[in-house]
C-alpha cells in the first residue's frame, strides 16, 4: 500500500490544485463524499491501483476495474471517485442490490498487464473481504476477470468457459432498446420505433444489436461508425440499413431518434444545436460533454434518456453472474429499464427539471431509503 503526498514542489498550504480536488471528492462532496479509497500496490509486478468504493447502501460495491495509462496518480484517483460514484447511481436505478465502486489500473495494459499483475490486483480486492465486486472496463477483458478470479472470488464479467456471463452487448443493447421505448411512448403515445428514424452512431458490440432491435421493430435506421467493416456487417444483413460518413452528418440527417453508441462527450454544444431528432437514447457512457448539456437539451424539446440509466444492461448481468448467470432472468431485470426509463421522464415532468436530474434524484432517494432502513 501507498499514500499519495502532493509533490514536494507544492505547498502544504492549499496544496496542489489537483490533490485539493481529489480530496475534495473524496470526502466533500456536496453527494456525501465515498466510503472508503484504497490505494494499492506490488512493486514486483508493477501494479499500481486505485480502488474507490463510493457507497454500500444498497450492499456491496460493484463496478469495474478500468486499466489506463493516466498522466498523473491524481488523475486516476479522481477518475475512480468519478466512476465509482456513477456506479452507485446506476446500480440504484438498475434495481440492483449493489452499491458503487470502481477501481483503476494505472499504466499501458498493453505494455503492463501480466498475468503476475493480475494475480495481485485480484489480492488486493479479495483483501476488502467483499465490500468490492470487480468486473470489466476499459482495458480489461472476461479473460482478465478468469486470471483475477484465480485469487479473488468477488470477481465477475468472466469467461463462460469460467463460470461467466460473457459479453454483456447483448444485453446492454435489449437495454437500450427498453429504454427507447419508453421515450417513444413518452414522446409519441406508443412504446414502439415503428415507422420511426432512428440513427445509430457506432455499431460496434452494442450498436449492431441495437440495430437487430430496431429492425425487427419496424424503425428505419441510418447507421455511421469510422470503422468500413462494420457498418459493411450490418448492411449485408439489411439492405435497407442506410449509412452515412460521419456522426456529424448523422446529426444533422432528418431523424427522430439519436443513438449514441460509440465514445462519450457525443453530445456537445455544436450536436444539441444541430440535432434534427426529438429524443436521444444511446449505450454510449457520459454522453453529456458537460453540465448544462441536459438543460440544452430539454430546451430545445428533446427527450434525453440518461445514459447510466439505459445502458445498465451490462451491470445487470456481470450482477446476475454472481448467482449463476441465467440469461432469461437477467433479461426480465434488464427488461424493467422500460418502466424505470418512464418513471424517470414521469418525475422530470413533475419536477420541472431535465431527465437526467430527475435520474438522479430517484437513484439518491433509493440510497437514502437503503440508509435510513439500515439506521431504523
Ligand atoms: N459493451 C457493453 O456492455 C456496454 C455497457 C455499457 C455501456 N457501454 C458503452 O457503449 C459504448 C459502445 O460500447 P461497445 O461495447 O459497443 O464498444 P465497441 O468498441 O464495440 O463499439 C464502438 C463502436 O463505435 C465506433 N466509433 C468510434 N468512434 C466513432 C465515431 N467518432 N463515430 C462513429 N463511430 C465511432 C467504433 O468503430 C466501434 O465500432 C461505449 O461508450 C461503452 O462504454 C457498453
Redesign the pocket.
Not at 76 to 103: E, I, Q, W
Not at 238 to 251: E, F, M, N, W
Given at each position: 500500500m501507498t499514500d499519495v503526498r502532493p509533490s514536494p514542489k507544492h505547498s502544504v498550504q492549499g496544496g496542489p490544485p489537483e490533490a485539493d480536488g481529489v480530496l475534495h471528492t473524496l470526502f466533500r462532496s456536496d453527494q456525501g463524499g465515498h466510503e472508503q479509497v484504497v490505494l494499492c500496490q506490488d512493486r514486483e509486478s508493477g501494479l499500481k491501483a486505485v480502488i474507490a468504493i463510493h457507497s454500500t447502501a444498497l450492499g456491496n460495491a460493484l463496478g469495474g476495474t478500468r486499466f489506463y495509462p493516466y498522466a498523473s496518480e491524481e488523475a486516476a484517483v479522481l477518475d475512480a471517485l468519478n466512476l465509482s460514484r456513477g456506479m452507485s447511481y446506476k446500480n440504484a436505478l438498475a434495481g440492483l442490490d449493489h452499491g458503487g465502486g470502481k477501481a483503476v489500473i494505472i499504466g499501458d495494459p498493453n505494455q503492463i498487464k501480466t498475468e503476475q499483475l493480475l494475480l495481485a490486483y485480484g489480492r488486493f480486492v479479495a483483501s476488502l473481504g467483499g465490500r468490492y465486486v470487480t468486473a470489466c472496463d476499459?482495458g480489461t477483458y472476461v479473460q482478465d476477470m478468469d486470471v483475477v478470479a484465480r485469487e479473488c472470488r468477488w470477481t465477475t464479467g468472466r469467461s463462460p468457459e469460467n463460470g461467466g456471463a460473457g459479453?454483456?452487448?447483448v444485453?446492454?443493447a435489449f437495454g437500450v432498446f427498453q429504454g427507447m421505448r419508453a421515450a417513444a411512448q413518452t414522446q409519441w403515445g406508443e412504446p414502439t420505433l415503428r415507422g420511426r428514424r432512428v440513427g445509430v452512431?457506432?455499431?460496434?458490440?452494442?450498436?449492431h444489436h441495437l440495430v437487430e432491435h430496431l429492425v425487427e421493430d419496424g424503425a428505419e435506421v441510418v447507421i455511421?461508425?469510422?470503422?468500413t467493416e462494420?457498418v459493411e456487417r450490418i448492411l449485408a444483413r439489411h439492405p435497407q440499413v442506410t449509412a452515412v460518413t460521419?456522426?456529424g452528418v448523422l446529426v444533422r440527417t432528418p431523424l427522430d431518434v439519436y443513438a449514441p453508441?460509440?465514445?462519450?462527450g457525443a453530445l456537445d454544444d455544436d450536436t444539441v444545436a444541430a440535432l434534427t431528432a426529438s429524443v436521444v437514447c444511446g449505450?454510449?457512457?457520459n454522453q453529456l460533454a458537460h453540465p448544462g448539456v441536459e438543460k440544452d437539451l430539454a430546451d430545445r424539446g428533446i427527450l434525453y434518456a440518461p445514459d447510466y440509466v439505459v445502458?445498465?444492461?451490462?451491470?445487470i448481468q456481470v450482477a446476475d453472474e454472481l448467482h449463476g448467470f441465467d440469461f432469461d432472468r437477467a433479461k426480465a431485470k434488464a427488461n424493467q429499464i422500460f418502466d424505470t426509463t418512464l418513471a424517470i421522464f414521469d418525475r422530470a415532468k413533475a419536477d420541472g427539471i431535465p431527465p437526467a436530474a430527475a435520474a438522479d434524484r430517484l437513484a439518491e432517494q433509493r440510497m437514502a431509503e437503503a440508509r435510513a432502513a439500515a439506521g431504523a
Amino acid at each position: 500500500m501507498t499514500d499519495v503526498r502532493p509533490s514536494p514542489k507544492h505547498s502544504v498550504q492549499g496544496g496542489p490544485p489537483e490533490a485539493d480536488g481529489v480530496l475534495h471528492t473524496l470526502f466533500r462532496s456536496d453527494q456525501g463524499g465515498h466510503e472508503q479509497v484504497v490505494l494499492c500496490q506490488d512493486r514486483e509486478s508493477g501494479l499500481k491501483a486505485v480502488i474507490a468504493i463510493h457507497s454500500t447502501a444498497l450492499g456491496n460495491a460493484l463496478g469495474g476495474t478500468r486499466f489506463y495509462p493516466y498522466a498523473s496518480e491524481e488523475a486516476a484517483v479522481l477518475d475512480a471517485l468519478n466512476l465509482s460514484r456513477g456506479m452507485s447511481y446506476k446500480n440504484a436505478l438498475a434495481g440492483l442490490d449493489h452499491g458503487g465502486g470502481k477501481a483503476v489500473i494505472i499504466g499501458d495494459p498493453n505494455q503492463i498487464k501480466t498475468e503476475q499483475l493480475l494475480l495481485a490486483y485480484g489480492r488486493f480486492v479479495a483483501s476488502l473481504g467483499g465490500r468490492y465486486v470487480t468486473a470489466c472496463d476499459v482495458g480489461t477483458y472476461v479473460q482478465d476477470m478468469d486470471v483475477v478470479a484465480r485469487e479473488c472470488r468477488w470477481t465477475t464479467g468472466r469467461s463462460p468457459e469460467n463460470g461467466g456471463a460473457g459479453d454483456s452487448s447483448v444485453l446492454t443493447a435489449f437495454g437500450v432498446f427498453q429504454g427507447m421505448r419508453a421515450a417513444a411512448q413518452t414522446q409519441w403515445g406508443e412504446p414502439t420505433l415503428r415507422g420511426r428514424r432512428v440513427g445509430v452512431a457506432g455499431v460496434g458490440k452494442v450498436g449492431h444489436h441495437l440495430v437487430e432491435h430496431l429492425v425487427e421493430d419496424g424503425a428505419e435506421v441510418v447507421i455511421t461508425d469510422v470503422r468500413t467493416e462494420a457498418v459493411e456487417r450490418i448492411l449485408a444483413r439489411h439492405p435497407q440499413v442506410t449509412a452515412v460518413t460521419d456522426a456529424g452528418v448523422l446529426v444533422r440527417t432528418p431523424l427522430d431518434v439519436y443513438a449514441p453508441c460509440a465514445l462519450g462527450g457525443a453530445l456537445d454544444d455544436d450536436t444539441v444545436a444541430a440535432l434534427t431528432a426529438s429524443v436521444v437514447c444511446g449505450a454510449a457512457n457520459n454522453q453529456l460533454a458537460h453540465p448544462g448539456v441536459e438543460k440544452d437539451l430539454a430546451d430545445r424539446g428533446i427527450l434525453y434518456a440518461p445514459d447510466y440509466v439505459v445502458n445498465a444492461g451490462g451491470v445487470i448481468q456481470v450482477a446476475d453472474e454472481l448467482h449463476g448467470f441465467d440469461f432469461d432472468r437477467a433479461k426480465a431485470k434488464a427488461n424493467q429499464i422500460f418502466d424505470t426509463t418512464l418513471a424517470i421522464f414521469d418525475r422530470a415532468k413533475a419536477d420541472g427539471i431535465p431527465p437526467a436530474a430527475a435520474a438522479d434524484r430517484l437513484a439518491e432517494q433509493r440510497m437514502a431509503e437503503a440508509r435510513a432502513a439500515a439506521g431504523a
